[in-house]
């Protein structure tokens, strides 16, 4: 289906409307949406008021939380030239100089198969604080490894890390496998670094720590168990780094090489000295639900002290990979199809827009589904609402008809307005457009923020060691 896009302006404020262009289909018939229950509708995308406060744009809260934050960075980032999480990108366009043996024991290697009545755990946030029993049932099974703090991390370590990513990714052949890999790291670094808390003892947070065990957590010892390609490379190379940081660093190699033109290059903005955790019992408790913003809100914004343009950029990362029924209960990509899920861009937000979404499902396998019945592409409450406010629990379709009600936006009063111009944000103007760099920086900055929260006294690389 074409979309025909057109662009005017309505009291100082810019849109953008988008409606499907059938006039080369004989039958006059959306052949997408004819199979799903609401087809496609026009669609309004308000970018940019005319309006600015002082905070550049943020509402009052919004504000408060961006000042709080770089406060708090301040403290956090050692060694960069404005102490605050500055994205690379934002340095380079402004044109700014950027400065440039452990033990890992188990119980058993294999975790546990977790119940049918399990909660969902998909990368980003994903798994449900819920599930204490299953949790309380593994305690005697949490991985335990001693304290490792990397006395030196240079550029040439950094780098290594990154083709040693590349080559393992390289050697996977399946498509679909190979997106699993690159979202796994993400994911991997998510949950270690989700379960902050600064309420309770031990805070944790990116500290190279997850039960395996933990139904939230299932799928990611494909990515790091006994025997991985990832935990083997570490003991013979990197046993000198804290697993944290070797995490971030091969995180953000699969973000590097899956950018468009490998434009998002983290390495100038990454810090270092992240401690590991001797033992990290109830870590996956923590990790937020897919049940509604309500989740995100609490991780990110409350315990981490994030806004919401933050949260929204790093729902980004669902663009890579896929969600396995096996591990959470939901099926799928974020993206159009597997090749794309090996692709890091702003696709996730282009469908969350410019899809009609349905809810499918029940119960722990609840999920949002588009096109005709069978595919793999799916969002998740936490996605659709970042755009919708499906917190009334009403069946609604995104875009909906006369068969369907339309999920209903965010009014101007509600905190979470700042989510959906977030996602417009993200967009990077009409749609079909190619410009990443608002998603790109967004997420740079706040993937710094999660991955050094709770953290000090972190450094840059260095040329050498002393």
Same mark, same amino acid.
């Given at each position: 289906?074409?979309?025909? &896009?057109? %662009?005017?302006?309505? !009291? ?5 409307? /988008?409606?499907? @262009? ?6 006059? %018939?959306?052949? @997408? ?26 509402? =009052? ?11 708090? $960075? $301040?403290?956090?980032? *050692? ?19 950027? +400065? ?44 335990? +490894?001693?304290?490792?703090? !990397? ?17 393992? *990714? ?36 990116? @500290? ?174 936490? =996605? ?28 101007? &009063? ?31 900055? /706040? ?20």
């Amino acid at each position: 289906m074409r979309v025909i &896009n057109k %662009v005017v302006l309505i !009291g100082g404020v810019a849109y953008a409307y /988008a409606h499907p @262009d059938l006039s080369n289909n004989a039958t006059g %018939v959306d052949t @997408d949406a004819a199979a799903t229950p609401c087809p496609y509708s026009d669609v309004w995308f308000d970018f940019e008021s005319t309006e600015e406060n002082d905070n550049g744009g943020l509402d =009052d809260t919004e504000g408060a939380q961006q000042g709080a934050i770089e406060q708090r $960075s $301040s403290s956090v980032l *050692k060694g960069s030239a404005s102490n605050n999480t500055v994205s690379t990108m934002e340095l380079r366009r402004n044109n700014t100089p950027v +400065k440039k043996k452990r033990t890992f024991r188990r119980n058993g290697n294999k975790k546990k198969q977790s119940s049918a009545g399990s909660s969902p755990n998909i990368y980003l946030p994903n798994a449900d604080p819920s599930t204490g029993t299953q949790a309380s049932r593994n305690q005697d099974q949490i991985v335990d +490894k001693e304290v490792r703090n !990397g006395k030196c991390f240079t550029t040439a370590m950094y780098n290594a890390i990154d083709a040693d990513v590349m080559r393992i *990714k390289n050697n996977i052949s399946d498509i679909k496998q190979r997106g699993s890999f690159l979202g796994g790291l993400l994911r991997l670094v998510a949950h270690d670094a989700m379960d902050f808390d600064p309420n309770r003892t031990p805070r944790m947070g990116a @500290d190279g720590c997850y039960d395996p065990n933990h139904p939230n957590n299932a799928g990611l010892e494909n990515v790091w168990s006994s025997g991985s390609a990832l935990m083997q490379v570490y003991d013979q190379k990197y046993s000198q780094l804290s697993i944290a940081d070797f995490w971030v660093a091969c995180a953000n190699a699969a973000i590097r090489q899956s950018s468009i033109g490998q434009q998002l290059d983290m390495k100038d903005s990454f810090r270092w000295g992240r401690k590991d955790a001797v033992s990290c019992n109830g870590q996956g408790n923590r990790l937020p639900s897919t049940r509604g913003c309500s989740q995100t809100e609490d991780v990110f914004l409350n315990r981490m002290g994030m806004t919401w343009e933050d949260a929204v950029a790093l729902m980004g990362g669902h663009t890579l990979g896929h969600g396995n029924r096996d591990n959470s209960g939901h099926h799928g990509t974020w993206a159009p199809n597997n090749s794309e899920a090996t692709v890091f861009d702003k696709k996730y937000y282009e469908q969350l827009f410019m899809n009609n979404w349905r809810v499918s499902g029940f119960g722990n396998t609840q999920d949002w589904r588009t096109g005709n019945p069978g595919n793999d592409r799916m969002m998740l409450n936490t =996605d659709i609402c970042l755009a919708y406010n499906i917190d009334s629990g009403f069946a609604c379709c995104t875009t909906g008809n006369f068969q369907c009600r339309q999920c209903p936006r965010y009014t101007s &009063n509600s905190p979470r307005k700042a989510a959906e111009r977030a996602v417009l944000k993200m967009l990077g103007g009409v749609p079909g457009n190619t410009n990443n760099d608002p998603f790109y920086e967004s997420f740079e900055r /706040a993937w710094n923020k999660m991955t050094s929260v709770g953290q000090s006294d972190l450094m840059p690389l260095s040329t050498e060691c002393e």
